[in-house]
């Protein structure tokens, strides 16, 4: 009973990262209607400058933040430079534009920052598991500070009016034209979001995993399973479906199928998602006329 | 007295295919122009030109201000709202959010005074307050594209087809209101109508388009005594 609340409990940690990741996809997919391959790289990336900035000598969260400021001007300058020019461009071309970024962020990483794995800090206390071992003080932590930021995500989105703004720029570029808002910059913004999440999700995840430039390679599947699972153009469902793919990978790692068949869980749960329920769990029906 | 919207030899097409092929037009401020024509004439396409949806080439200015050209985004900055054909309402988001986008460039601080005047012309969209636009039926959805493009506070207000698809009442309200509207806020408007009677009774200038040309204009009231326009749009 112990070993399974265990299992839960580190499935909702570690699903915690994956809702990150899969609500940074889902933020870029919704607008753009393009899946970002290259959003695990960027979170990787940008948890490499928190490392640099943190051996600079500067304080955990001050490196945080401050690692968060300069993803979300990575976002928006990879929006301006290089998905501007494609948005008239066919699908294909897109996907190529993806896969091309994946690969400059990797192998740019293992250039600057080589390739050898890295410790990376946690500010939790890693001393004695707490709740009678049930959870490590980084597990619950990390859990904190991804609740905390989905809940501010979902503020900003639900009552400000710049979150309003993005959120129609998303469903209907061409009214949002009509009353004003500036759509380009809309979608500039939220690629610098999405960025700025997946760092947090980044550096969240690498006390976990250790920092080599393939860190979230593996994340990326699982979030993808999870951004599917809770259906791929609804927000919240993508966060409730990355905790699940969190919880399902460790009861089915520690009870199923082990621990090196975990990954395969995550494709297994893509296949039948998209064998039968394409639109996930909560995903709306788009009917398109032909 | 300047004109509000003036066109002048303005062309316009999709991709290969030209639709208009010189207008000139003219609104004048709080002035109703309507545009008449068969289905594929180039109203909408005009209405298009005129805030930046379409490639085009010629004179467009806006109280004296040259816009063609501009991106849309900007021409509704410069004051021009435009109810397009399908409405443009955001049908995920609330009636309350569609107000606060209609007007999302505002500064102001009279933008709740506006919410209010919106539910004294369209009180049943205060009843739908918090509900999505797209659960809304064809009136109230057209109430609300009106009231989301007055919100703006325009000069211009560019009405595509406003009687579409709804019930005689319905539209009988719509125009009422926009009667009132016009009178109280002093707005522009270009209609496309396809009841040309309606449309000759709302406007003071109309103009009949034909395959992207002008073949007649004239003050409302003479239109409306055209023989070609009666035979072929008004039907005695």
């Given at each position: ?83 501007r020019?494609?948005q ?6 897109n ?106 999700a ?15 390679l ?6 993808f399973a ?37 990954l ?14 394409p ?12 | ?58 004179d ?36 309350e959010?569609?107000?606060?986008l ?13 919410f ?5 012309y369209?009180?049943?969209?205060k ?10 039926s ?6 609300l ?25 319905i ?9 009132q ?41 003479e ?12 039907g005695?």
């Amino acid at each position: 009973m112990q070993g399974l609340a265990h299992q839960l409990i580190a499935g909702i940690a570690t699903g915690g990262i994956y809702a990150s990741v899969a609500l940074a996809l889902v933020m870029i997919y919704q607008s753009t209607h393009h899946l970002n391959f290259a959003q695990g790289e960027m979170a990787t990336f940008s948890t490499y400058i928190a490392l640099t900035l943190i051996q600079a000598g500067l304080p955990y969260w001050v490196a945080f933040l401050a690692t968060l400021v300069i993803s979300f001007g990575i976002g928006v300058f990879i929006e301006r430079i290089m998905l501007r020019p494609m948005q008239n461009a066919s699908v294909l071309a897109n996907v190529g534009v993806f896969i091309g970024l994946l690969l400059v962020f990797r192998n740019a990483m293992g250039w600057i920052f080589d390739y050898t794995i890295k410790a990376f800090p946690t500010p939790f206390d890693t001393g004695t598991p707490l709740f009678g071992g049930l959870v490590s003080g980084h597990e619950l932590g990390s859990t904190a500070v991804t609740l905390v930021v989905l809940g501010l995500v979902y503020v900003f989105f639900r009552f400000t009016k710049l979150g309003l703004g993005m959120r129609a720029a998303a469903f209907n570029a061409s009214s949002s034209r009509l009353v004003g808002i500036r759509v380009g910059w809309m979608l500039a913004l939220g690629w610098g979001l999405a960025a700025a999440i997946g760092a947090i999700a980044g550096i969240m995840i690498a006390p976990v995993v250790f920092l080599e430039p393939n860190m979230m390679l593996g994340i990326l599947l699982y979030a993808f399973a999870g951004a599917l699972l809770g259906g791929i153009d609804n927000p919240g469902g993508a966060v409730l479906g990355g905790f699940l793919v969190g919880i399902i990978e460790n009861l089915g790692g520690a009870y199923l199928v082990g621990t090196e068949l975990k990954l395969t869980l995550a494709l297994g749960i893509i296949i039948c998602v998209l064998l039968v329920r394409p639109t996930g769990l909560f995903g709306r029906v788009v009917q398109s006329r032909v | 007295m300047s004109a509000l919207l003036e066109l002048r030899d303005v062309h316009a097409g999709y991709g290969q295919t030209r639709v208009l092929h010189g207008i000139d037009l003219v609104v004048d401020p709080g002035g109703v122009t309507a545009l008449l024509g068969a289905n594929g004439a180039g109203k909408t396409t005009t209405l298009r030109a005129v805030c930046g949806m379409v490639r085009t080439s010629g004179d467009i200015s806006l109280a004296g201000e040259p816009i063609q050209g501009r991106p849309t985004e900007d021409i509704a900055r410069r004051g021009v709202a435009h109810v397009p054909d399908g409405r443009g309402t955001f049908m995920e988001l609330t009636v309350e959010e569609n107000f606060r986008l209609g007007a999302f460039v505002r500064q102001d601080k009279e933008v709740h005074a506006d919410f209010e005047r919106m539910f004294g012309y369209f009180p049943r969209l205060k009843q739908r307050w918090r509900q999505q636009a797209g659960t809304l039926s064809g009136g109230e959805q057209q109430m609300l594209a009106i009231a989301r493009a007055l919100l703006l506070r325009p000069r211009l207000l560019l009405l595509d087809e406003p009687s579409f698809g709804l019930a005689p009442l319905i539209v009988q309200d719509i125009f009422g209101i926009l009667r009132q509207v016009r009178a109280e806020q002093g707005v522009g408007i270009l209609i496309v109508e396809q009841n040309a009677n309606l449309a000759l009774d709302f406007a003071d200038r109309a103009y009949l388009l034909e395959t992207g040309r002008i073949v007649v204009s004239g003050p409302a009231h003479e239109i409306r005594e055209d023989e070609q326009v009666r035979r072929s749009y008004l039907g005695y």
